[in-house]
């Protein structure tokens, strides 16, 4: 499909440059003999032939450049045309060696339209090349999405349902609203982050489910301090955006028994959402990537390349014992 394209473009500019020179040449009879402008007529012709296998010549040439000896049979070839049409000697509007003339004249428009080609060719190329990666990015980055919602999770699965086989003895009512809680969360990773964007409003309710289950495991019921600025409305997001952070703040963080440890703020205005966290943690640890998980902060800065190139601020800082974190999200192009 993508040659068949490919072919009718270059045809199609083929024949529009053919249609003007054809033009060109006609009106020549007025400045040039009669003999000239049939000779240029003919030129145009080949011009054309020559425009059409140049483009398909630069292909073979690009994989292996011994195909260029063809391009140098097709200028030669150019150099002899007035020769095999006959061109008489006589140059035209008088004096000087006509075939001398007509010879260089149509090697300069052979080599001109196949320049036209080539540089046709070189530009179908480079946007495919584009286009392929882009499509390879995205590839990458939905293999980024998968690895991620496959290796993150198991182990916070794992606690949790061992925390709610704990509760559902002396808190059942607890124990319900936590596998709901679970539930609406697989329901969510599994089903509904196979697409490029989701509603900012799902992504919240997942966060919120996800610090309600981790809040299980832990006595100190003030660990963490969550808080949502501005509204969600329709703001769509890419799926799976914020939570690294979280679960990053969470697995390196220490002195779990201090009040509001861990600080998570959203902030959501119009065409921006920040996030805020902030976690007590152990300097001597390498926060750069999770052991557990093989899931780091490298591939997240690189999926919001991908995602929101210059669209996106992340800063990353260490301050005496607290690990910060600051994105800014603009979602709208």
Partial sequence: M???????ICLGIAGIIFSLS????????????????????ILRLFSLIVFVVSFFLTALCIKNKKHIVWFLLLYGFALVLPSLMGIPRTAPMGGGDGKLIYAVYSFLTIFVDSFYAIMLYLGFDWFNKQRRTRELEKQNLQSELMLLKNQINP??????????????KRNPDHASASIIELSDMMRYMIYETNIEKVPLKKELDYIDNYLQLQQ?????????KYSVEG????????????IPFIENAFKHCTHKEIRHVISIDFRIDSDKIYLDVVNNADNTKRLSKDT?????????????????PNRYTLQIQEKNDLFCISLIVQTHD
């Fill in 155 to 168: 182990h916070f699965l794992f606690n949790t349902l061992n925390n709610i086989d704990s509760l559902i």
């Fill in 231 to 242: 509204e969600p409305g329709n703001i769509q997001i890419a799926p799976m955006l914020f």
């Fill in 292 to 308: 557990s998980s093989g899931i780091g902060l490298e591939t997240v800065k690189r999926r919001l390349e991908i995602l929101y």
């Fill in 22 to 41: 054809t033009i060109s040449g006609l009106l020549s009879i007025r400045i040039y003999s009669v003999d000239f402008s049939f000779y240029s007529v």
């Fill in 216 to 224: 299980l495991q832990y006595a100190n019921q003030n660990l963490i």
């Fill in 2 to 8: 993508k040659k068949k394209l490919n072919i009718w």
